[in-house]
């Protein structure tokens, strides 16, 4: 079982800054896509960027310009860099990954259990 371990996530005021981390462990895999999703309170998860193992990125609109998203394919870690944040980016943030996870030769699609960031003054 691949599992993913989201850090990074606090309070921070309008404008500022956080970088979320997220590491996946479980065995030997190989990742094909990692990614950052976000859910406000009543509202649908929704895609926030999602970046491939040769590194191509995809952005929601509402984040292009401000979030930038990395990948370390060595620590099979994926990174979120956030900037200018704003009050409508609170929500509880979920790493996504999927691949082969070679133990088992299945594939996968796995969740981590989320991290909460806070926009607010």
């Known amino acids: 079982q691949v599992q993913l371990v989201e850090s990074g996530g606090g309070l921070v005021q309008p404008g500022g800054s956080l970088r979320l981390s997220c590491a996946a462990s479980g065995g030997i895999f190989s990742i094909y896509s990692m990614g950052w999703y976000r859910q406000a309170p009543g509202k649908q998860r929704e895609l926030v960027a999602t970046?491939?193992?040769?590194?191509?990125?995809n952005y929601a609109d509402f984040v292009k310009g401000r979030f930038t998203i990395s990948r370390d394919n060595a620590k099979n870690t994926v990174y979120l860099q956030m900037n200018t944040l704003k009050p409508e980016d609170t929500a509880v943030y979920y790493c996504n990954a999927d691949g082969i996870n070679y133990a088992t030769a299945r594939q996968f699609d796995s969740w981590g259990q989320g991290t909460q960031v806070t926009v607010s003054s």
């Open positions: 970046i491939t193992g040769d590194g191509s990125t």
